[in-house]
Antibody
Framework: QVQLQESGPGLVKPSETLSLTCTVSGGSINGYFWSWVRQPPGRGLEWIGDIYYTGSTYYNPSLKSRVTVTADTSTNQFSLELRSVTAADTAVYYC??????????????WGRGTLVTVSS | DIVMTQTPLSSPVTLGQPASISCRSSHSLVYSDGNTYLSWLQQRPGQPPRLLIYKISNRMSGVPDRFSGSGAGTDFTLKISRVEAEDVGVYYCMQATQFPTFGQGTKLEIK
C-alpha cells in the first residue's frame, strides 16, 4: 500500500525559505505526477504545484516566482521550497499523487499533511 | 484563474435526509478534449482531502453510490441521497481544466 509522508520544520521565520519533503513508501515515484497543496488554518485548499517523475514542473501562477518542486527517484522523495515566506504562508501542507488518467489532476492519494507556521 | 463558488457554505442535514451542494465556475470547464474536469473532494475532520467524484459524475472506487454528481459547463451539483454520520465534513469542488482551483468548501453537519 503506497503511503505519503510529509516532513520538515514546523516553524519558519518570515522572509526565510520553507522546505518540505514528501517520502513515498510502498511504491515508486516513477510514472506519476506529485503535487503540493496547502490549506491555511480554517480555510480552503490551494494547489501549489507539481512535478512529473521525469522532472517536468508546473506551478500555480500566483506562487510561481517563489516555488520550486524537485524530485529524487533514487530516494523516492519529492520536495517543496517556498521562498520569502510571510504569515500568509502559514498552512497545513499536503503532498499528493496525481495522474492524468482517468482525469486531469486525479488526486488519488494524499499525505496526512504537516502544519507549517511562519512566525518570528 | 478559474474561480469556483460553492453554495451553501454550511449545510445542516438530518440523518437519512438528502443533501445537495452547488458549485459554479467562472469559466466553462469543458476542455479541448471534450471532457469536463470537475471533481468533488471530501475532507473529514482532522483528515486530508479524499477524492470522491471526477469528471462531473464518476465515483472513485469505494465511494458509496449515495454520492452522485451532475452538471455541465459552469454549473455542477453534488448530491447525497441519504446522509449518514460518516459524511460529516467539508466538501470541495475542484476544477482541473486549467491548473487546479478549489471552491471555498461546504461544511456538512448533522442537525
Amino acid at each position: 500500500q503506497v503511503q505519503l509522508q510529509e516532513s520538515g520544520p514546523g516553524l519558519v521565520k518570515p522572509s526565510e525559505t520553507l522546505s518540505l519533503t514528501c517520502t513515498v513508501s510502498g511504491g515508486s515515484i516513477n510514472g506519476y505526477f506529485w503535487s503540493w497543496v496547502r490549506q491555511p488554518p480554517g480555510r480552503g485548499l490551494e494547489w501549489i504545484g507539481d512535478i512529473y517523475y521525469t522532472g517536468s514542473t508546473y506551478y500555480n501562477p500566483s506562487l510561481k516566482s517563489r516555488v520550486t518542486v524537485t524530485a529524487d527517484t533514487s530516494t523516492n522523495q519529492f520536495s517543496l521550497e517556498l521562498r520569502s515566506v510571510t504569515a500568509a504562508d502559514t498552512a497545513v501542507y499536503y503532498c499528493a499523487r496525481t495522474t492524468a488518467q482517468p482525469s486531469r489532476w486525479y488526486f488519488g492519494l494524499w499525505g496526512r499533511g504537516t502544519l507549517v507556521t511562519v512566525s518570528s | 484563474d478559474i474561480v469556483m463558488t460553492q453554495t451553501p457554505l454550511s449545510s445542516p442535514v438530518t440523518l437519512g435526509q438528502p443533501a445537495s451542494i452547488s458549485c459554479r465556475s467562472s469559466h466553462s470547464l469543458v476542455y479541448s478534449d471534450g471532457n469536463t474536469y470537475l471533481s468533488w473532494l471530501q475532507q473529514r475532520p482532522g483528515q486530508p482531502p479524499r477524492l470522491l467524484i471526477y469528471k462531473i459524475s464518476n465515483r472513485m472506487s469505494g465511494v458509496p453510490d449515495r454520492f452522485s454528481g451532475s452538471g455541465a459547463g459552469t454549473d455542477f451539483t453534488l448530491k447525497i441521497s441519504r446522509v449518514e454520520a460518516e459524511d460529516v465534513g467539508v466538501y470541495y469542488c475542484m476544477q482541473a481544466t486549467q491548473f487546479p482551483t478549489f471552491g471555498q468548501g461546504t461544511k456538512l453537519e448533522i442537525k
